[in-house]
């Protein structure tokens, strides 16, 4: 190991620098003028004690890593002072008063902690657990801003101007109410004192403050709700409005999905649509009657959809000819739709010598129908 002269920025201020000197091994040359370096050089353990005692002598709080060294209690058995080797000539005291219960119970002496060091101007310097607890769980959800494999567990505290303040593990973070479903809410203190889920999307500079969003949750899980209702496509479902218009009904189902009953999908039963007493939040059963894709979903009050392959057996016997539509030529065949929702390959083999063309109707003979798999294996009458 050899020791270098590194001149490193200390603050946001580019002209708040310091030289230090650092151990590295041979060969190796360490340049810095990143803000807060000092930080950093500690994480990679290339920080030497005197600049840890520079870091506390100039009184700002930062984290860093300690050892119990002394317990000492009061007459009835309870924790009076607890000091901490921090690593550096001075020793921190944690206010043990301040600290939650289950963790006064978890000190001992020789125990390696994290805590948050806290310098005075006369010279004291003060260490807090839980404060160096809160601090990383604040990074953890900081360094999760725009990952959207990492949501956390919240509660929603209070509705405030513009949305919530959400509490995530004891961090307060701010939810803006346009981001606390998939559709604008219609009742928005039905949500204070609920637990959600919610990521992280962007930290305010401003309000020094996280914000997050549940929508950004709910839209990672459409794509397997959307899975799901194509294996349940037949079920009545159970959702809610979130609006109405010209065209028809909104409505919000299986939490994350939201889909469109047109105007001739709603019930016979109802009063004209132009007159209906109809708003945001009234539960609406329907089925789906189509899924275009992830964001178009088409809902009717109408009755489950008809699945023209339940019939397909009894309507397609084996050696029946019907006559059919070329949707589409491949080098393996060619795909004949026999209706809406039921289409056969015709294989290449059988089609030797034969001239055919896409949106031709040709006659086929009917070989076999797999309902179950929705297959049906066919040849040219």
Same mark, same amino acid.
């Given at each position: 190991?050899?020791?270098?002269? !590194?001149? @490193?920025?200390?603050?946001?201020?580019?002209?708040?620098?310091?030289? $230090? =000197?650092?151990?590295l091994p041979k060969g190796v040359k360490l340049m810095s003028n990143e803000p807060y370096a000092i930080e950093m050089l500690e +994480?990679?353990?290339?920080?030497?004690?005197?600049?840890?005692?520079?870091?506390?002598?100039?009184?700002?709080?930062?984290?860093? *890593?300690?050892? #119990?060294?002394?317990?000492?209690?009061?007459?009835?058995?309870?924790?009076?002072?607890?000091?901490?080797?921090?690593?550096?000539?001075?020793?921190?005291?944690?206010?043990?008063?301040?600290?939650?219960?289950?963790?006064?119970?978890?000190?001992?002496?020789?125990l390696n902690i994290d805590v948050k060091v806290k310098p005075k101007r006369n010279g004291e310097v003060s260490a807090s657990i839980?404060?160096?607890?809160?601090?990383?769980?604040?990074?953890?959800?900081?360094?999760?801003?725009?990952?959207?494999?990492?949501?956390?567990?919240?509660?929603?505290?209070?509705? /405030?101007?513009?949305?919530? &303040?959400?509490?995530?593990?004891? $961090?307060?973070?701010?939810?803006?109410?346009?981001?606390?479903?998939?559709?604008? %809410?219609?009742?928005?203190?039905?949500?204070?004192?609920?637990?959600?889920?919610?990521?992280? /999307?962007?930290?305010?500079?401003?309000?020094?403050? /996280?914000? !997050?969003?549940?929508?950004?949750?709910?839209?990672?899980?459409?794509?397997?709700?959307?899975?799901? %209702?194509?294996?349940?496509?037949?079920?009545?479902?159970?959702?809610? #409005?979130?609006?109405?218009?010209?065209?028809?009904?909104?409505?919000?189902?299986?939490?994350?999905?939201?889909?469109? /009953?047109?105007?001739?999908? %709603? #019930?016979?039963?109802?009063?004209?649509?132009?007159?209906?007493d109809i708003k945001a939040g009234d539960n609406i059963d329907f089925w789906v009657k189509d899924i275009i894709s992830n964001k *178009?979903? @088409?809902?009717?009050?109408?009755?489950?959809?008809?699945?023209? &392959?339940?019939?397909?057996?009894?309507?397609?016997?084996?050696?029946?000819?019907?006559?059919?539509?070329?949707?589409?030529? =491949?080098?393996?065949?060619?795909?004949?739709?026999?209706?809406?929702?039921?289409?056969?390959?015709?294989?290449?083999?059988?089609?030797?010598? !034969? +001239?055919?063309?896409?949106?031709?109707?040709?006659?086929?003979?009917?070989?076999?129908?797999?309902?179950?798999?929705?297959? !049906?294996?066919?040849?040219?009458?």
């Amino acid at each position: 190991m050899i020791e270098q002269e !590194v001149t @490193i920025q200390k603050s946001d201020d580019p002209f708040d620098t310091e030289t $230090i =000197t650092v151990k590295l091994p041979k060969g190796v040359k360490l340049m810095s003028n990143e803000p807060y370096a000092i930080e950093m050089l500690e +994480e990679y353990g290339i920080i030497n004690d005197y600049e840890k005692d520079q870091r506390v002598h100039e009184g700002y709080e930062h984290l860093t *890593k300690g050892k #119990v060294t002394y317990i000492s209690k009061n007459g009835d058995g309870s924790l009076k002072e607890v000091l901490v080797d921090i690593g550096s000539k001075y020793t921190a005291y944690i206010n043990i008063q301040k600290e939650p219960q289950e963790i006064q119970d978890a000190l001992s002496i020789g125990l390696n902690i994290d805590v948050k060091v806290k310098p005075k101007r006369n010279g004291e310097v003060s260490a807090s657990i839980s404060d160096a607890i809160e601090e990383c769980k604040r990074q953890e959800i900081l360094e999760a801003i725009n990952n959207k494999s990492l949501a956390f567990t919240a509660t929603v505290k209070d509705l /405030i101007h513009g949305g919530y &303040w959400v509490d995530i593990s004891g $961090i307060q973070t701010f939810m803006p109410g346009s981001l606390a479903g998939m559709n604008k %809410l219609h009742n928005f203190e039905s949500l204070v004192g609920k637990t959600i889920i919610v990521m992280p /999307i962007t930290y305010s500079k401003e309000k020094s403050t /996280i914000v !997050v969003s549940c929508r950004e949750y709910l839209q990672t899980k459409v794509p397997q709700a959307i899975d799901d %209702l194509r294996e349940n496509v037949k079920e009545k479902i159970t959702g809610f #409005v979130t609006g109405t218009t010209a065209f028809g009904v909104f409505a919000e189902f299986n939490e994350c999905l939201t889909g469109l /009953i047109p105007k001739g999908e %709603l #019930v016979n039963s109802l009063p004209d649509f132009n007159e209906r007493d109809i708003k945001a939040g009234d539960n609406i059963d329907f089925w789906v009657k189509d899924i275009i894709s992830n964001k *178009k979903i @088409i809902l009717t009050q109408t009755g489950p959809p008809i699945d023209p &392959w339940d019939t397909a057996s009894e309507k397609y016997p084996p050696f029946s000819e019907v006559e059919g539509k070329i949707t589409k030529i =491949t080098n393996y065949g060619a795909f004949v739709q026999l209706e809406k929702g039921i289409s056969g390959l015709i294989h290449k083999t059988q089609l030797k010598g !034969v +001239e055919i063309s896409k949106g031709q109707i040709i006659k086929v003979r009917i070989k076999g129908v797999n309902a179950v798999e929705k297959k !049906v294996s066919m040849a040219l009458a």
